[in-house]
């Protein structure tokens, strides 16, 4: 199996910045697709980045110029940084890996969540 651990969340005032990371471990083949996710109260889960093995990144409009996700692949990490926060990024933030896991006889493609950070930005 694959875990993820993540990190970095917290309170904040508006206007100010805050550091998730994410550190994937277990019998990892390879990673393809890194992505933070997030879910305020009352809302479904929405995707706010997406880096791939390359290097391509995606973020959701109401994010962009905002937020940087970025990737070191040797050690199957993924950070996100989020700065000029609002009030509306209020909410549980759970890292998603996907990739591929050795299973000891073979490979096998696998999606794994984290158990969520809670980002909490207000004065």
């Known amino acids: 199996q694959v875990q993820l651990v993540e990190s970095g969340g917290g309170l904040v005032q508006p206007g100010g910045s805050l550091r998730l990371s994410c550190a994937a471990s277990?019998?990892?083949?390879?990673?393809?697709?890194m992505r933070w996710y997030r879910q305020a109260p009352g809302n479904e889960r929405e995707l706010v980045a997406t880096?791939?093995?390359?290097?391509?990144?995606n973020y959701a409009d109401s994010v962009k110029g905002r937020f940087t996700i970025s990737r070191d692949n040797a050690k199957n990490t993924v950070t996100l940084q989020m700065n000029s926060l609002k009030p509306e990024d209020t909410a549980v933030y759970y890292c998603?890996?996907?990739?591929?896991?050795?299973?000891?006889?073979?490979?096998?493609?696998?999606?794994?969540w984290g158990q969520g950070t809670q980002v909490t930005v207000s004065s």
């Open positions: 880096i791939t093995s390359g290097g391509t990144t």
């Open positions: 277990g019998n990892i083949f390879s990673i393809n697709f």
């Open positions: 998603n890996v996907e990739g591929v896991r050795w299973t000891g006889l073979y490979t096998r493609n696998f999606i794994s």
